[in-house]
């Protein structure tokens, strides 16, 4: 169920409030729930947004996260009809789920007006909201929610697992991924508007407070681990987002590219044999509402 942000009354149907008469403005087709920060913020690059487009689905880190998504929604909520994603950016995740579900209901909320754009032209059955991630206009709406490397750019975190919480069915459930290990904090997390990066117990607590039972936690991107070190230790690594940790770290060469995918699938095999990773430059739990 939808409610309405001025006076919090249930929408039943589309975005005008019956009770106040209150409707979002649209930009794009989009409603805006959060026209302060529609056209960016400053912590993040809006103009990043085509960039990533253009390369997502080449690159290993993201089809490998894909893949590893796609395993843990098939494990822990094989019959789920909905879902939310939270920070979907350019709907790179949202659209690899729905060519892998396509039975399933699916909707975007993001930000920024400029990743909705990319968004919907991948997906284009699926429903989208421009809004900020600390108000959620969901109660007991979702079967499943996902947030993926979004709650490291928020400053209230806590917030926003609360308000993915009440956006849940009774049980539903909730994926996650972050970068892990304060110890690898560098000027690219800076740059790219991070506000920390996590570690398990942190995270644990975090999910935990906000009503949720943690079902599953594991590293990933562990084989890949040192090179990352070396990588992060050089500051010419660091000359601006894009060209750090876009380009440079994620437009590779063919070869190096397919070297790094095959590295990922090593890993999501040890995820599906149940084999710890304790180390990794992101960190993935899987948790069910209380």
Known sequence: MRYCLKCSASIYSGWQCSS????????????ILAP?????????????????????????WFVSRNELLFYLLDR??????????????TGFVLDGFARHRPSMKFFGAEAYLSGLTCAIKRIPRAEFAQMDACQIPFSEEFDIAGAFDVLEHIQDDRRVLKEINRALLP?????????????????TDELSGHKRRY??????????????????MTSFICLLLPLMLVLRSFAGFCVNRLSSEFSGGLRLPKSINHMFKAACALELCFVKLRIPLPLGGSLVCVARKR
């Open 20 to 31: 106040c008469g209150w409707v979002p403005e649209f930009r794009d087709g989009f409603p």
């Open 36 to 60: 302060a920060i529609a056209t960016g913020t400053g912590d993040f690059p809006i103009t990043s947004h085509t960039m990533l487009a253009s390369i997502e689905a080449c690159s290993f």
């Open 76 to 89: 822990f909520f094989p019959n789920s009809r909905s879902m939310l994603e939270v920070g979907c950016g």
């Open 171 to 187: 049980s539903g459930g909730l994926i996650l991924t972050v970068p892990q290990h304060q110890w690898l904090w560098t000027n």
């Open 199 to 216: 570690t398990r117990s942190e995270l644990r607590r975090k999910i935990e407070a906000a009503g949720f039972k943690v079902l599953m």
